[in-house]
């Protein structure tokens, strides 16, 4: 079994040294971490491999956020990511899990969603942004985080994923061309909805970062066009950005996709004070270190790909390469490509935060 050296070594959480890294204020004096998310089965995978969870019990209404607390810490994190707010009417196609942990993984039907008429719009049952699925993880956590860590917000302003999920992406594409006053409407509904939300988080003095999440593209290109990104997706971010910069918070934005269409925009327009999500058939994060490095911080970019099919030597290596690059200056927090999802293997995620953890040390 795996030794993790690093994950041995005391260290101490320190949130305002992790808001001044994602702020540029100089090279950290350490390597700071952050993910979008990890999945919930990697998240108790993790917890047993390196035994947090004794005496948390598994039937407790508040075992997951007990837990992700005890993981979070032991991973040398400065934070703990806020999962919150309603569910929404979507259509989902399901299969098993082919990792083989509980659970299914689940697809959004690309060609119809709830939405392609106006009295699907009328008759459609809106999630309420502020009510008790925000309201209480928000309140659970900013009474319960340790006082070295912060709250950092994930999964705000999906603009160009709920246009996409609501209206099913080929039926959207369509409605571009032949309903856009709908596609103005649901805009609009949407639009009201995150700035709802937004104003409902920023309430609570814990929150330091709010992670967006809205993947804007693929391999390739844009997911539509640049100009229709501007008026549906990028207005809108620019809204929320200006919001959580008037309460003196950071905005974060995670966006999967090839952005290089609208990369300018997202910086110099919309402010966001960091990228996230970095593929590297797309563009590898040292790369955009070199590009965008002095105009906007950046986390992740250890490929997610690469995590699952290559053995711990070459992940450590790959993950000093990267810091010598990436931390000179500050603007760097460490972390994977995308995300912790379930089928990386476990030994392999942990030797990349272990080899974080060591450093410069």
Known sequence: MTEYAGLKRATSPDWPAFCDCLRRKGTPRRVHHMELFHDESSEQAIGE??????????TAADYIPQRRIRVYRAL????????MGPPWSLRFDKIADTEGRPG???????????????????????PKPDGPETIEPLKWFSKNVPDDMCL???GQGHYCE??????????????????RDLVEALYAKLHGYFQAMLKCVLQFERVKVIFGSDDMGFKTGLMFSPADMRRYV???????????????????LHACGNLVDIMDDLIDDVKIDAKHSFEDTILDVRDAKARFGRRVSLVGGIDVDFLCRQDEAAIRRRVRETLDVCMPGGGYCLGTGNS?????PVDHY????????????
């Open 234 to 252: 990028l207005s809108g971010h620019k809204q929320l950005v200006e919001m959580t910069h008037a309460a003196g918070r950071i905005y974060a």
């Open 152 to 154: 950092v917000v994930p």
């Open 340 to 344: 912790v999802a379930n089928y990386i």
């Open 49 to 58: 491999r390196l035994g947090l969870l004794d005496g948390l019990d598994a």
């Open 104 to 126: 299914s993984r689940s697809f959004l039907n690309e060609h119809v969603g709830p939405i392609t008429n106006w009295k699907e719009f009328e008759e459609y049952n809106w």
């Open 350 to 361: 942990l030797a990349m935060v272990d080899e974080g953890r060591l450093w410069g040390a």
């Open 162 to 179: 709920f246009l996409c999920w609501l209206m099913g992406y080929e039926s959207f594409c369509f409605a571009l061309y032949e309903q």
């Open 76 to 83: 040398g994190f400065d934070y703990i990511p806020v999962r």
